[in-house]
């Protein structure tokens, strides 16, 4: 696993923009590696909360337990988040990058950025880990237009 000390966060977004970014319409995670789980869940995008978090636990919960299990404790080496809003569905909107927060409450973290920032126009808003050597990647995308969040893996 790279250090994180060694690359700051400009060093993986333009990273992520270059190899993953390819039209500049969301990002093209199958390049990554092969999807190894999605699953689509229903929202409502008149709640904050857009749906119930523990019964969110047991959709996922072999995400979660990946993520779990292939997260270092070490500040240092824990799993990149990168946001985009993707703007009437037509060109994405960078709005972040950071590192995840595996002691915390990761998933609310996540649930509440998506129900809070949503890209304008009913376009699509995604938030995807990543693991700092790109060795795989969790997709969250919230889509306006489907009511729905699907959660997609991807691994090398």
């Excluded at 950071?98 to 809070?116: A, Q, R």
Aim: hydrophobic residues 40%; aromatic residues 10%; proline residues 3%.
């Amino acid at each position: 696993m790279n250090d994180l000390m060694d690359f700051a966060l400009g060093y993986y977004e333009k990273k992520i923009i270059q190899e993953f970014a390819i039209d500049d319409v969301g990002i093209t995670l199958e390049r990554l590696g092969e999807k190894s789980f999605e699953k689509v869940i229903p929202v409502d995008l008149n709640n904050p909360d857009l749906l119930n978090q523990q019964e969110l636990e047991v959709e996922i919960a072999e995400v979660i337990k990946f993520i779990q299990a292939h997260t270092s404790k070490d500040y240092n080496k824990r799993p990149i988040w990168f946001k985009t809003n993707i703007i009437d569905q037509a060109v994405n909107d960078y709005v972040g990058i950071g590192l995840l927060n595996i002691d915390g409450p990761w998933l609310k973290h996540i649930i509440c950025s998506l129900s809070f920032d949503r890209a304008d126009q009913s376009g699509d808003t995604l938030l995807t880990v990543f693991d700092n050597d790109f060795q795989w990647a969790i997709n969250f995308e919230l889509s306006q237009d489907n009511n729905c969040l699907t959660v997609q893996k991807f691994e090398k």
